[in-house]
């Protein structure tokens, strides 16, 4: 049987690399949001091996980690206030570093199976979820439920389970605040543990002026680097102190790990992260406007708090997207993601190549792209 | 309940960063054989990214990985004849990169779920096995039988079963050839597929003057870039362009992939692999003599084909092994080694910082250790 995950990535991985060879990499467009950044500084170099490594990149993942994961980006803190509590932090809590978010939460469901956690259930804003929960529950037998009515959950919690509440899904519709504390609060009173599944929501809910998940009492909290975000595609994971460590633990006997650059350039990009990068992006979604996609049946703008999708059927979507990777040189989640990440055709004005294109250049290359694939029928 | 694996690695890796610290990378003795070197060319820097470094990297690993995992290293093996087969192995085969050698097991052990694979045997020079292969396959609940006894895996051997066999232990004893064909050939009879795990074998089978596990006819080889290798923890599949398709496409979704800097390593580390230094190392091993241990009672020497084992009892191994770190900064397997490795002190004379100490400062710092140990009693 034909693995068309497989072959899509193989063709479109292909197409990238003859254009990287004929325009090379500052003519690429990588608007995924998603780019990923493996930047790795001079003076860690000598360290990307496996032992002197992870020894130096844990402790100051583990220190930036939670200092960031903590971090409300409110006007008001102030940075006396935060070293201090770091230093409480420290003493309960822990981030460590994955390969990427998705081996992050199958080494936590790994570790919950271990536990024998009789249901995993899972709140999202909307469903379906992001593939790789439901996946892992199956392939390691552990009864699993989604909904994305609160009621339902709330119905269904007790002890012996576990919940996971995703903050953000992939199309970037946020979590209700309110419904979000009723759940920690009513888990926490039936001794359910609660990971929040903050991918890209540690960035999006936050611009919605939402707390992060550990200030909201969450016990795990994992997010993605390079999700409205510079850095690599790793999970960063962190928490309760004794939980991170039994899941960190499981993880290195599968493989799950972030390894030392990957932890490197984890550190670097969480010393350099800049929320107002995040906050211009989002006000440029905002200003966006695409009135020449009202000539087009079927077609339409959706807003996302820091982009824009453009919503037509599946086929077209990626039809449109193969012609923008050839000819405009636009890369895309939907020609480029893995295995069954959602493939609406979207843009994210986080993304690193994002400031080197004008919404003209974008819009254009969208028309041109819709217009090609139209007369190609 | 303690997590005593995580405890020894929080505290190793503690120590290691203040001797660092301290002493500066130079100055630290890195003897595992498992350094893994994560060195990256600086064209490539460019691409370490989530799309565009995969779009270069994974054809480049899949051709270098190919033409390593074929090349038995004798002497009467020409180029051309070399480049031209490897045109016929890309046509049936390929090679992709997973984080670790342990994810690339996992990610086919999840494979051979999906395909309902009725039991996975396991051949093994000696018990008991590596543990990522029967825990991945007790997690995800598939009957799983090891044995060092060729008659045993025979007799088990039928239609809709899978056979992987070790090709090196983690104590390096090496399989058998005639009974490795022998397996092979019986499997291939019975429509039953095989995997070589030669995270280390790779290297030290070819030592021995065996050939590789491709060139014996395997289905699926995995190696392990960092062992006896200076390249990267990660770990190289090969094999069955079908299969190998599949494994892949079904370890994205869990995130058990070679990201960008790895997989950018794992092709430098190929490119440049010299055979000729394992040799080197060999020899150094077969000359070195440590006749001051007899003095000792309970400590025995055990050469390997490129180091030695300090054989005592597992508690005293690693009251030494950290002596050694602490007070003469050479790292061991012992010390730093992932949960679950075995934890025998031994050394290697392939590691990265082998040339950098003489035997005799191996043998010295081996001595007082013991000495220290001993004397704390």
């Given at each position: ?28 467009y990588?608007?995924t ?8 500084e ?7 091996e496996t032992?002197?490594?992870?020894a ?6 583990n220190r ?22 770091l ?8 981030a460590?570093g ?12 790994i ?21 790789s ?7 390691l ?13 709330l119905?269904l919690?007790?002890?012996g ?9 992939m ?26 599944d ?13 707390p ?10 994992v997010?993605?680097?390079d ?10 994971l ?9 899941i960190?633990?499981?993880?290195l ?5 972030a ?20 906050k ?5 979604a905002?200003?966006?406007?695409f ?41 895309t ?16 004005f ?11 250049y ?5 028309l ?5 694939v139209?007369?190609?029928?």
């Amino acid at each position: 049987m034909k693995d068309l995950e497989f072959e899509r990535i193989s063709n479109t991985r292909e197409i990238l690399r003859n254009i990287i060879k004929k325009h090379g990499r500052d003519n690429i467009y990588d608007l995924t949001g998603l780019t990923g950044g493996f930047y790795i500084e001079n003076k860690n170099l000598d360290f990307l091996e496996t032992y002197t490594g992870p020894a130096i990149f844990t402790e100051k993942l583990n220190r930036h980690g939670l200092a960031y994961l903590h971090n409300d980006f409110n006007e008001d803190s102030d940075i006396k206030n935060k070293i201090e509590s770091l230093e409480e932090y420290c003493k309960s809590e822990m981030a460590v570093g994955f390969n990427r978010t998705s081996s992050a939460l199958l080494a936590t469901i790994i570790t919950l199976k271990n536990k024998k956690i009789s249901q995993i259930l899972h709140y999202v804003p909307e469903k379906p979820s992001h593939p790789s929960i439901p996946k892992s529950c199956n392939i390691l037998n552990i009864p699993y439920y989604e909904s994305d009515n609160i009621e339902e959950i709330l119905a269904l919690i007790e002890t012996g389970k576990f919940l996971i509440i995703t903050g953000s899904t992939m199309n970037h519709k946020i979590v209700d605040l309110e419904n979000t504390k009723k759940l920690i609060e009513y888990c926490h009173s039936n001794n359910v543990n609660v990971l929040f599944d903050d991918a890209s929501g540690a960035r999006i809910r936050l611009l919605n002026g939402q707390p992060t998940a550990l200030n909201m009492g969450a016990d795990l909290v994992v997010t993605s680097m390079d999700k409205l975000m510079t850095g690599p595609r790793a999970g960063l994971l962190a928490g309760n102190k004794e939980l991170i460590k039994e899941i960190y633990s499981e993880g290195l006997k599968y493989g799950l790990e972030a390894q030392a650059p990957i932890l490197a350039a984890m550190v670097y990009t969480l010393k350099n992260f800049s929320f107002d990068r995040i906050k211009k992006a989002q006000q440029r979604a905002i200003n966006f406007t695409f009135d020449e996609l009202c000539n087009y049946d079927n077609i339409s703008l959706e807003k996302t708090p820091t982009g824009f999708i453009i919503n037509m059927e599946p086929k077209k979507s990626f039809d449109v997207a193969l012609e923008l990777l050839k000819n405009y040189r636009v890369i895309t989640i939907t020609t480029m993601g893995m295995p069954d990440a959602s493939k609406t055709l979207r843009f994210d004005f986080t993304s690193k190549d994002a400031d080197k294109v004008s919404d003209n250049y974008i819009k254009n290359s969208i028309l041109n792209a819709i217009l090609a694939v139209i007369n190609k029928k």
